[in-house]
């Protein structure tokens, strides 16, 4: 699968049926969108936030997966508990057989989506429906060391995600360099530590500089912190 395509996401509003560990039988849910990476689902259960999870998720008697997925968010639409849900563990033939899903039940919204370039336009977004991805603005102090060319800084976040992480700062950081990274965050708890690999950097105005830093792997307990973060202030 290209790239492009495993961040496409399908708005799919389909009645569908997951079976949750320890409970028995199936339980009736509703996909309000979904992609290779995660979904937005409803139910009448309530699943513990910030924790794996794993879910036989049935969208139709052919095409049930098995998947375990990490709870980032949770909120309540039309009375249902929803929650968003990034998957960790898919296996590649699911992924597929994801894809035929899709394009078997809403093939002009995956061609308008993938061929024509044309993104399904909504209305604007709540803390109920943001995606796994997206980048938050979130304005953090933040101290990194570069072992390379063993440098100390500190910065401002602008944006942070559960896999990359946006700030100002004074150096001029050289791209694909790696950082290690401590965030303030304003919740009585430690600093969050990351590390991560500089993507991109440009100069916004004299001796200031914004950088793009994509993280080693997805910080599900980090971004939680952050989310909670933002919505208290």
């Known amino acids: 699968m290209h790239d492009h395509r495993s961040c496409s996401r399908w708005r799919i509003n389909w009645q569908a049926q997951v079976r949750i560990p320890e409970r028995e039988g199936l339980t009736e849910c509703y996909i309000r969108d979904i992609n290779f990476k995660g979904i937005q689902i409803s139910l009448g259960e309530r699943l513990k936030k910030d924790a794996f999870v794993n879910l036989t998720l049935v969208l139709s008697p ?76 979130a304005h953090f102090p933040l101290r990194f060391l570069s072992a390379v060319e063993n440098k100390e800084g500190q910065a401002i976040t602008q944006d942070i995600s559960a896999k990359g992480v946006g700030f100002l700062t004074d150096e001029e950081l050289v791209p694909h360099t790696g950082l290690e990274m401590w965030f303030e965050v304003p919740d009585k708890g430690e600093p969050i530590y990351a590390r991560g690999q500089v993507a991109w950097l440009k100069m916004v105005e004299s001796a200031k500089f914004r950088a793009g830093v994509e993280l080693e792997k997805a910080d599900f307990m980090g971004i939680s912190r952050v989310l909670r973060a933002i919505e208290s202030k």
Do not use: C
Request: no cysteine.
């Open 62 to 137: 052919e095409f049930s997966f098995d998947i375990e997925a990490w709870v980032v968010w949770q909120g309540t639409i039309e009375g249902l508990h929803t929650y968003g849900l990034f998957f960790t563990k898919m296996r590649d033939t699911d992924k597929e057989r994801l894809y035929i899903f899709i394009y078997n039940n809403f093939r002009e919204q995956i061609t308008k989506q993938w061929w024509q370039g044309v993104p399904i336009k909504e209305g604007g977004e709540n803390m109920e429906d943001r995606r796994i991805f997206e980048r938050f603005s």
